[in-house]
């Protein structure tokens, strides 16, 4: 694919205060452009400087949500060069998502070689701190101009850059997580296991409730009897039972992470046992009880590994680890970040290479 390139030539000064980042607040100078029609299929692939969209009122993702994404990561590592972190598996459940909200597919490796391009052309972007990271998000949205409900005939995908500080100042920090037990985020059939924007939009008021009372994320259970565990916000979650590692299998409700898949291979490949089932969170409460609940832990690009210190279900207050950081997890992430920021060897050809 043919990718034009228009520099920008008003950079912005790049923030040198790499503790401060934070996550997306702060956008690259460029950004990816590539369009859709019926007539040309995707093409028309562009970098260009970073900048509005101008949208007509009426066009039909602001009104029906024909909208997805993605989330990724690129990494300087310590021998400097540019590396991503299995972007393969990005597109393809970019693609997943287009296809369950009826938006054209776009190949795969086209993509891919686009999003390396601008990531070449922001590699100066890319923090180096520990830590830190230049995040990606591709999207794809409806255009066509039209209020009725039908997929859009015209779509446009943009990717946008965001350099990320550290997902926790003070290192790993364990969170407090609630246990949603009346608003629901998926049913089979639904849009769980893509990633819509309107799945976001919908688990805000549930985020904004159990914040005020002091939870940071919640821990979503099934939509029909409120009793398996499904996942947190934006993780996916894993407990540590009894030496054994359990994971909610993907039963058509879940988000399929890239960092759960991961964690799922690096157990595998240490020879530790992974069960990948139905958990109900009594079983979850009853192995608190018995005081086998060794750790608990969330999953996703941002924090790659979230150590969970508290889980609230109702009146039911089950404290994990002490306030400290499994062994297990801790293990998890230095060596995923470590394969990321090429500190460590990569024995599952994980890291893609930026190359000029
Ligand atoms: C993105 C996301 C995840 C994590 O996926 P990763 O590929 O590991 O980043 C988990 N759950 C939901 C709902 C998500 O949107």
Redesign the pocket.
Known sequence: MKIDIQKNIQPKAKPTDHGALGFGKILTDHMLLIDYTREQGWHDARIVPYGPLSLDPATCCLHYGQLIFE??KAYKTTDGKTVMFRPD??VK?LNASAKRMCIPAIDEGDLLGAIARLVKVEEGWIPDSPGTSLYIRPFILGTEQFLGVHPSETYTLCVILSPSGPYYKEGLAPVRIYVEDSYVRAVAGGTGTV?CAG??AASLASQKESQAKGYSQVLWLDGIERRYIE??????IFFVIDGQVVTPALTGT??P????KSVLEMLSSWGVPTSERKITIQEIADAHKSGVLDEVFG????AVISPVGELRWGDLSMEIGGGKIGALSQKLYDNLTGIQTGKLADPFGWVYEVVG
């Open positions: 989330g990724l598996q990005n459940r990633k799945n976001y996942e947190v916000g934006a993780m996916n879940i988000l992470g890239v960092t759960r999953t996703g690009t941002a």
